[in-house]
């Protein structure tokens, strides 16, 4: 069963762990604590499983959070569409991830507690694709469905890369 790894960023309180709960578990949950440094939670659907860093959102654990972040398959950004700070605030947390040794190629924004109905605004972060964290399950499916592809294609580009010399003139 193949595992892929994914790091969710934010600012406190924007919903990282209750999307990630919600989509485990299958039903909302309330009263949820704040989490403490970085957890470790894990999405099954049918042949995958996702194993998601669910990090805090605070400014006291940020130094832990390359550690989790590198080599993951994407970073996910999740912002609360009440508090347009937390939507601002992306950019620090993307400068973050783009500043490791092996970020993440894929990076995905998660629009949390969005009124029916609402357009988000996103401008300034035209260059992510934004999901509505409405649907905590349709999120984790699109994740995997994006990392997979993205995989496919750079196992095709590994193995034609690897059927010429270490010169190139084979």
Request: charged share 25%.
């Amino acid at each position: 069963m193949p595992r892929l790894k994914v790091i969710f960023l934010g600012d406190q309180q924007v919903g990282k762990t209750t999307l990630l709960k919600h989509a485990i578990e299958g039903v909302p949950r309330a009263n949820i604590q704040p989490t403490v440094g970085v957890d470790n939670l894990f999405y099954r659907s049918d042949d995958v499983t996702l194993q998601c860093w669910d990090t805090s959102g605070s400014n006291r654990f940020i130094k832990v959070i390359p550690f989790f972040a590198r080599d993951c398959d994407m970073a996910v950004y999740v912002f609360d569409a009440r508090r347009p700070q937390t939507l601002q605030n992306v950019q620090k947390w993307y400068d973050l991830v783009l500043s490791l040794e092996c970020p993440p190629r894929l990076h995905l924004l998660v629009a949390n507690f969005v009124s029916e109905g609402e357009r988000v605004a996103t401008d300034g972060f035209e260059k992510f694709e934004v999901l509505d964290g409405r649907n905590p399950r349709d999120v984790m499916e699109e994740i995997i469905m994006k990392i997979c592809t993205h995989r496919e294609t750079f196992d095709i580009e590994m193995k034609q890369t690897r059927q010429q010399c270490c010169f190139g003139v084979c």
